[in-house]
T-cell receptor, first 111, second 114 residues
Framework: NAGVTQTPKFQVLKTGQSMTLQCAQDMNHEYMSWYRQDPGMGLRLIHYSVGAGITDQGEVPNGYNVSRSTTEDFPLRLLSAAPSQTSVYFC??????????FGPGTRLLVL | DAKTTQPPSMDCAEGRAANLPCNHSTISGNEYVYWYRQIHSQGPQYIIHGLKNNETNEMASLIITEDRKSSTLILPHATLRDTAVYYCIVRPRGRVDSNYQLIWGAGTKLIIKP
């Protein structure tokens, strides 16, 4: 199993650009989520999904959209990038109530 | 949800046991103590969790005090590869979405020295 994979590893955007961060898992986990981590801080939940077609907002959802059309994939869309969205983004998956498995992260710099 | 308090940093000599403390004085009876670690900005990695009893697995041991107000993660023979940020988190039991109520603090930066 590849576990949780994320692409790209690094990205530089200009303010106002849009992009999609990809996340995929091959463990047949129902639950998936996106977090951001700013320097020296813990993780903050952006959005999560408890199954295909079901998503909900986390602590810091503004400026981000998600959709879940399949069990395996959970992309995160930045609609109009801002410098405040410079961060490291982690995707995670789990069974309901189970331990989360995290991807390797995407490092995003918005100029 | 209960919050945790951890020292911001600790050192440990290679080959010695690393003991990482965590205070969770407001923990309730239906909350687990979970430990994760994050090596050099990689994704967090699950280590161990417990409710009341001490737990051990191939990575570490978890000692929870009888009153459950604090716990200690023990890495029995620390290696340089154990240098990481260690997060202690309390997590509600019995809720399938409980991962999404977690409060991730700044953790303890553990540095293993040769």
């Amino acid at each position: 199993n590849a576990g949780v994979t994320q692409t790209p590893k690094f990205q530089v955007l200009k303010t106002g650009q849009s992009m999609t961060l990809q996340c995929a898992q091959d463990m047949n986990h129902e639950y998936m989520s996106w977090y951001r981590q700013d320097p020296g801080m813990g993780l903050r939940l952006i959005h999560y999904s408890v199954g295909a077609g079901i998503t909900d907002q986390g602590e810091v959802p503004n400026g981000y959209n998600v959709s879940r059309s399949t069990t395996e994939d959970f992309p995160l869309r930045l609609l109009s990038a801002a410098p405040s969205q410079t961060s490291v983004y982690f995707c995670a998956s789990s069974y309901p109530g189970g331990t989360q498995y995290f991807g390797p992260g995407t490092r995003l710099l918005v100029l | 949800d209960a919050k945790t308090t951890q020292p911001p940093s600790m050192d440990c000599a290679e080959g010695r046991a690393a003991n990482l403390p965590c205070n969770h004085s407001t923990i309730s009876g239906n909350e687990y103590v979970y430990w994760y670690r994050q090596i050099h900005s990689q994704g967090p990695q699950y280590i161990i969790h417990g409710l009341k009893n001490n737990e051990t697995n191939e990575m570490a041991s978890l000692i929870i005090t009888e009153d459950r107000k604090s716990s200690t993660l023990i890495l029995p023979h620390a290696t340089l590869r154990d240098t990481a940020v260690y997060y202690c988190i309390v997590r509600p039991r019995g809720r399938v979405d409980s991962n999404y109520q977690l409060i991730w603090g700044a953790g303890t930066k553990l540095i293993i020295k040769p």
